[in-house]
């Protein structure tokens, strides 16, 4: 969330239409897809870049609409929360999701020049309800032992080794710090983008890792009754934690308003930063009819058929989840595979370059020796991630708790392949040339 919102600062400032190639050369490369153009051999860079620019959109555009089913969702828990005889119905969850995208898009176009401002107070807000949500809890909790909450181990997945029941487990965590990229999707409107945007990404480790480190040691020690935290009729643990506290619907309510609060706010800047890698990808030729969702608005100054195509996505998902749940969030799957997958190829890309001693220019920001350490590790992380994501939750495997993630991948694998014979091999011919366009080193000395 961080990233979202301190990546925005230069939003209404600086437009997208008021960028030029000078600009974009002056900072770094806007997407993970040109990193993979950089350093990918040349006998496969135009399919590899292909691949990693379409993977890496589906994957953002399934964790926008996953942010919005999230709010969607959290919104009909606190009214079963306060009104016990309410049926949750899907459909009731799709309008919910419309009406935080409406004003998300309106924000996102006609609101642009208050973006900033909006992500600020947001960046505010995750602190202060950070401090608002912790004290009630940790004074008005009981208290769970050091041993609950350091060494026992609760599997309820129904597998029987404990350790892939840990690894299962990590994927929860591991999808709460995707997205910290996000950040670079908006580097071609950012001043000085090589040098702000890889700090950005390092202060939301920092920030948001320290803070919900805390904020789980919390969690854990005021959990209370574990069992009915895992049943609550409102599907969110934590909604039950708060009331389970306070002994208070409206108290309950109240805080989970805030959290509810930031993953809106958290929203407009992740639309903004899907909606840049869309048009980004258009412009480059990756996606169909390119020269029409390429085009930037020339009254508000932002990509608003990108930003469009976007929303509309949302709302075609969502439809999905009035027939289906589980279908719904079988697309959403696709969000933490992909987006590995996505960090995977050009990082292995920079280490065989690495490995072939080949010559690198690297920016203002670069770990030195340590760099190629950092980069194994990466590899070797992201495929441990990649090859638990598939697992089912829970055994035994039913229809309603089966992992749909895999065969999705697989097909959505099947139609780019498909694509890329029909169009991509004879008209992606990979980002801009003027991007992969070494800087001048003096040039990153001075804006650094």
């Known amino acids: 969330m961080v990233s979202c919102r301190v990546q925005s600062k230069d939003i209404g400032k600086r437009s ?41 959109v589906f994957a953002w555009q399934a964790a926008v609409s996953s942010i919005f089913f999230q709010i969607a969702t959290q919104v009909q828990g606190l009214v079963v929360l306060n009104y016990p005889d309410y049926d949750a119905k899907r459909w009731h969850g799709t309008l919910l999701m419309w009406a935080a995208l409406l004003f998300n898009f309106a924000i996102n176009v006609y609101g642009i020049r208050i973006l900033p401002a909006l992500q600020v107070i947001g960046g505010i807000f995750h602190i202060a309800f950070f401090v608002i949500l912790v004290v009630p809890l940790v004074l008005l909790s009981p208290r769970s032992t050091p041993e609950f909450v350091f060494t026992e181990i609760l599997n309820e997945g129904g597998w029987k080794n404990d350790g892939i029941a840990w690894c299962l487990g990590l994927l929860t965590v591991t999808f709460c710090f995707l997205g910290f990229d996000g950040a670079v999707h908006m580097s071609e409107e950012v001043r000085n983008a090589a040098v702000v945007i890889p700090k950005i990404i390092v202060q939301t480790i920092v920030i948001n890792g320290g803070l919900a480190f805390v904020f789980v040691l919390v969690l854990l020690f005021c959990i209370g009754d574990v069992g009915a935290a895992l049943s609550t009729p409102t599907h969110y643990p934590i909604i039950q934690i708060f009331y389970s506290a306070t002994g208070s619907a409206k108290a309950a309510t109240a805080m ?82 992909s987006l590995y997958i996505s960090y995977i190829i050009p990082i292995a890309c920079l280490i065989v370059k690495r490995y072939r001693k080949e010559t690198i220019v690297f920016g203002p920001w670069n770990l030195g020796r340590t760099g190629m350490a950092v980069n194994i590790y990466a590899v070797i992380y992201g495929t441990f991630i990649v090859i638990f994501v598939p697992f089912p939750p829970f055994l035994p495997v039913t229809a309603e708790n089966m992992n749909y993630c895999a065969p999705v991948f697989l097909g959505l694998t099947i139609l780019l392949l498909f694509d890329w014979v029909v169009r991509g091999r004879t008209k992606f011919k990979g980002p801009l040339k003027e991007l992969l366009v070494p800087i001048p080193e003096e040039r990153l000395r001075r804006n650094s």
């Open 16 to 56: 997208i239409i008021d960028t030029k190639i000078n600009a974009r050369r002056d900072c770094f490369l806007t997407f993970r897809y040109h990193w993979t153009a950089l350093f990918a051999p040349p006998s496969i860079r135009v399919f590899l870049t292909w691949m990693q620019g379409w993977v890496t």
């Open 256 to 337: 989970m308003s805030l959290i509810t609060i930031i993953g809106v706010t958290s929203s407009l800047g992740v639309v903004a930063s899907v909606s840049r890698l869309t048009w980004a990808f258009a412009r480059d030729g990756g996606l169909p009819f390119p020269e029409f969702f390429a085009k930037i608005d020339g009254k508000h100054h932002v990509p608003f058929r990108a930003i469009g195509l976007v929303c509309s996505t949302v709302v075609v998902l969502s439809l999905i989840n009035v027939a289906s749940t589980t279908a719904l969030t079988a697309m959403f799957a696709l969000t933490t595979i």
